[in-house]
């Protein structure tokens, strides 16, 4: 069973069409939770670490919120260079602080 | 400030053949990970080094690939032999304090 889980798994948007990606986990006991941006080619470039529930990351267009079940990515009027794979990640005080990764939404943004 | 850096960038082998990456993390970070990502899926860790010790390798496939971080810096991935479903991007990132990872830029292995 996956511990988390990235919902679209693909997801097309006008520029200017503002829309929200989902991360939800299923482990207790959240240590953090970290997004990050991939594109084509490249290794994952950190956005943002949420630790706790009501938390709220901004950064230009995005913005980053948790809960106890889930984060959100929300995505504000998206530019074509906001197009690239969004993966979540989930670190549990357990385990050593193992991170596990979700399988990430590509996000494509049409002109 | 340097990134991560990781060599070679693309490599093919044979399967049965043996291959090696290089990781050079940013200066001063103690934790530094191995990942594995196959096209279309998330990172899958590998292994993870405290300084010079192992703090978790439980999905590293061990009868065929092996890591070290020699004096708490620089570290190796070796796969020997490798076999087919090797193919996909090895993944370096190092963490000052095992919070968030700045990754390199990935090595692709194609095994044909």
């Known amino acids: 069973e996956d511990q988390v889980t990235q919902s679209p798994e693909a997801l097309r948007l006008q520029e200017g069409e503002s829309s929200s990606l989902n991360c939800s986990y299923t482990v207790s006991g959240l240590r953090g939770l970290f997004w990050y941006r991939q594109d084509p080619g490249k290794g994952p470039e950190f956005l943002f670490t949420l630790y706790s529930a009501g938390e709220e990351k901004e950064k230009e267009r995005l913005k980053a919120t948790l809960t106890k079940k889930e984060s959100f990515l929300h995505i504000t009027a998206p530019k074509p260079e906001d197009s690239a794979t969004y993966l979540c990640a989930v670190q549990y005080r357990g385990g050593s602080y193992i991170p596990t990764f979700g399988r990430g939404t590509s996000l494509i943004v049409h002109p | 400030e340097a990134g991560v850096a990781q060599s070679p960038r693309y490599k093919i082998i044979e399967k049965r053949q043996s291959v090696a990456f290089w990781c050079n993390p940013i200066?001063?970070?103690?934790?530094l990970y191995w990942y594995q990502q196959i096209l279309g899926q998330g990172p899958k860790l590998l292994i993870q080094f405290q300084n010079n010790g192992v703090v978790d390798d439980s999905q590293l496939p061990k009868d065929r690939f092996s890591a070290e971080r020699l004096k708490g810096v620089d570290s190796t991935l070796k796969i020997q032999p490798a076999k087919l479903e090797d193919s996909a991007v090895y993944l370096c990132?190092?963490?000052?304090?095992?919070?968030?990872?700045?990754f390199g830029p990935g090595t692709r292995l194609t095994v044909t």
């Open positions: 200066s001063g970070h103690a934790t």
């Open positions: 990132a190092s963490s000052l304090a095992r919070n968030e990872q700045y």
